[in-house]
């Protein structure tokens, strides 16, 4: 079936750095992707609806200018937190909408931790 | 998108059937019922969706009510790695939305 891969799966930054994860569908072509939060014990949180080929649309309270997002294909997504703290620390996750059929995807998350 | 209500946790014994109830009263003629769980530290996995009628897969069951206030995923043989948090979601098919999270049920299944 169809699969949605995130990379990385974790990754340790330094405060101040930036960190981007990448999000692909891989046997499908995504013109819509979502980029999730999640903090420990917490529900998933929608940050931002990401389109091919155009501007990102943003939750409210998401900053846009901090977490930059690129939807150059139709097969890649990257989520760029830019200046990271250790606030941002989280469980990022993406998924993926099949066009034709409306279903969806999810990746397998990838977590972050700012030191 | 109508709201969800399910309880926060739920134990079932390893082997016997897990029933998580999901309370969906506002939902729309032409919203569905996703299932998805989310064990830990891992993106969400799609369990099953219904629209009106009862529908099973090699998963789960899915029973929706006849007035689709309600619904109970059915997980027949319970198993411990079937231990995860359970999300009962209503959407419109197809609308390429996303999807909106509620607290969703812990499962834990024990030995």
């Known amino acids: 079936g169809a699969v949605v891969s995130q990379h990385p799966s974790w990754v340790i930054c330094k405060s101040g750095t930036s960190v981007k994860i990448e999000c692909r569908s891989l046997?499908?072509?995504?013109?819509?992707m979502f980029w999730y939060r999640q903090f420990p014990k917490q529900s998933l949180m929608l940050m931002a609806t990401?389109?091919?080929?155009?501007?990102?649309?943003?939750e409210q309270g998401v900053e846009k200018d901090k977490f930059l997002i690129n939807h150059a294909s139709l097969t890649l997504s990257t989520l760029t937190v830019t200046s990271a703290h250790p606030e941002d620390s989280s469980f990022y996750i993406c998924?993926?909408?099949?066009?034709?059929?409306?279903?969806?995807?999810f990746g397998e998350g990838s977590r972050l931790t700012v030191l | 998108d109508a709201k969800t209500t399910q309880p926060p946790s739920m134990d079932c014994a390893e082997g016997r059937a897990a029933n998580l109830p999901c309370n969906h009263s506002?939902?729309?003629?032409?919203?569905?019922v996703y299932w998805y769980r989310q064990i830990h530290s891992q993106g969400p996995q799609y369990i099953i969706h219904g629209l009106k009628n009862n529908e099973t897969n090699e998963m789960a069951s899915l029973i929706i009510t006849e007035d689709r206030k309600s619904s109970t995923l059915i997980l027949p043989h319970a198993t411990l790695r079937d231990t995860a948090v359970y999300y009962c979601?209503?959407?419109?098919?197809?609308?390429?939305?996303?999807?909106?999270f509620g607290g969703g049920t812990r499962l834990m299944v024990k030995p």
């Open positions: 990401s389109n091919e080929g155009s501007k990102a649309t943003y």
């Open positions: 506002t939902i729309s003629g032409n919203e569905y």
């Open positions: 979601i209503v959407d419109l098919r197809g609308a390429g939305n996303m999807l909106t």
């Open positions: 998924s993926a909408t099949i066009p034709a059929t409306g279903e969806l995807f």
């Open positions: 046997d499908f072509q995504a013109t819509t």
